[in-house]
């Protein structure tokens, strides 16, 4: 790997600071979307909504919102900003041109907007994960390619190198993200209705975050967490065959969203198979990641961004175990349809790479304005609320859906099981209230991180152990 | 093994090759198994009884039909209503028959409504179950006819005296035509209310 000094980060290496900076304020804008819309939609569950009867803000529309935002918001944001970083890093090479890098950040972004807001007037589109309207698709598509022509093309002038881990997973997902756009947006809303088109919209709904979030994801909290820890990671070989599991095992696991379904069954087994094949690829992901932080796991409790990547693998580790077990048919009969899948789904998007995310940002937002975070105590609330939150509110919708479904198989009226579930909404919503404030304390920090900026930067005090004379004070 | 970890390789296997195999053996061949490779066009052949007040002719309950299935989608009902039953879980004697791929062989079914979750019943059998009135006041507010439901209101589909919309209309047409499709012949048990 290049050197990772970061003294001479943007000096020795081609990167465009600013649009590192675009791209993150983008994302941090969507998560406060994506928290308040989450919350509005779960208090509908109790009755509670805070704008009843208000067609632009139905809670049905507002639902999709709340995953367009997270999805193409703020971890596509995230990840665009990261790679702006990132790939120069590792290639020595500029992306494309900084002028389609600006082109792609105002289209992607002005797209994004239009579609919650079109989405809100009433034109979202009959795609799980691409309820972007079916008129904006086709943009959508084209800032995609655009967007992967300006990251691949710096990998491809270093492309007689031995690359590190992290660029296998960017180049893999790159090539995937368009085609799996085109794939799940524009076949099952054209060609292919019924059975054909869930075995299509199912591989999509798996590939949207299994081929573009999950690769991106793990790849580049392999480049962050040797650089944080300053040391090697454990095993190359493991991540190589984490890397070619990934890219064997996800494109095949689609059909386990539809499963019992009219959907072709041998399909349906192909998919459960190649989801039991997945424990192969985050095993050796995870043990590496552990590995490499032996001897150093002190980092956990004393720098953020390590501790960000630790809990967040620890929870990719509980999804991937869970869905091994979920995805066999007998669990399906059970919970299918029920909140046993959002809470799965926050697991994995929120406590896993949204917390990768965070680590990301914690490492590079002070770097890219040379100055130190502002307040270690608010990164302390933040970490705790959002682990707490996420923690309780999976468990809390796990056992809701184990109670529901084994209600709906012994044939209890259906408004029985609503009733029942009463209680498990409500602590769903206080757990996402613990969210919502861990992501406002978030906001705050970063943008104070940003207003007193004027400060000589310092790295050690970032990794250095928490001690009363190293911990930065608020306000400082 | 360095080929592993050349650009070109990764391009090629990873990115093109393993995701274009995965999608024609898991996504074309069921879809030319179960016949969904383009849809066929669908045109009721007769006006329901219960909406001849509504629809004079079979071209106004047509466009309707899918008048009503455009509002599904916008308003994402799909999203807490799944739309096929399961042969597991006594889901049959709940809903009604188990759901079959040539159901949804039609153009109403594209893009495709299956759902992934059930915040309210699935609505695969949903026709017939319910007089049209009892959906209309359903819509409207859903806790004057089901006291605990979490579903909410569509007031905007309903003029100032409550009377539904032409958009309410479709809406209930599309309900009440869910269900149709079924081939085989089966009695649907009640749904324990």
Redesign the interface.
Known sequence: MNSNNPQTAGRQFPIYEDLVKAHFIAAIVYSLIVVLSGMSYAL????L?PF??V?LL????V??THTMAVAYGWLANGFFAILHYVIPKLTGYATFSKKLGWICFWVFNALVVLSELMILA???????WG?TPKELDPLIAIAGVLAVFNFLAP??K???K??YVT??YI??A???LP??YV?GNF???????????????S?Y?H?LVG?FVTPLGVGLVYYLLPVLLKKPVYSHALS?TG??GL??FY??N??H??L?????MW?QY??IVASIGIHVVVYTVIFNYFATMQGEYRKIVSSIPVRFIAVGSICYLLTCIQCAIHVT?SA???I???DW??GHAHLVLFGTFSFWLYAWIYYLWPRIFKTELYSRTMCEWHFWLATVGVLVMWMDLLAAGVMQ?YM????????SS??AT?PF?WTRALAGTAILVSEFVFVVNIYMTWKYRRQAFSEQKLNEPLTRSTAPESGK | ??F?????F??L????G??????I???L???????????IDYHPTEIPDNFTKHYSTLEEYEAALYKGRDIY????????H?Q?V??????A??YGPV???G?????L?????????????DLSREGGKRPNDWHFVHLYNP?DV?P???M?????YFDKEKNPKPEAVALVAYLQWLGSQVEQTGQPVA???
């Open positions: 509908q569950f109790l009755n909504y009843p009867g067609e139905s809670p049905g529309r639902r999709m009433g034109f979202g589109q009959a795609v799980e309820e990998i491809w270093a492309r007689n031995s690359f660029v296998w180049t893999a790159l090539v995937w085609l799996v794939m076949i099952p809303q054209y060609w292919m209705p019924g059975s054909g088109g869930a075995a299509i919209t591989m709904i590939d081929l190589l890397f070619w890219a064997f494109p095949m689609g059909a969203h539809y019992q379904s009219p959907i072709p399909s192909a998919a048919m399906q009969e059970i299918h349809f029920t899948v959002p479904g709906w198989k012994n044939l209890v009226p259906f408004i609503v009733e009463k909404w | 093994m360095k592993l970890e050349k650009f070109n990764i391009f296997v990873a990115g093109l393993l995701l274009v195999t995965a999608f053996t898991l996504g061949i069921p879809a030319m198994m179960t016949k969904s490779l383009g849809a989608v916008k308003e994402a009902c799909w999203h807490c799944s096929y399961r042969p597991v879980g006594n889901e004697l709940r759901s079959t791929p159901e949804y062989d039609n153009s079914n594209l893009p495709q409504l299956f759902g992934t979750r059930r915040v309210g019943p806790r089901v605990q439901s979490v909410p209101g569509y007031p905007w749904d324990g209310e």
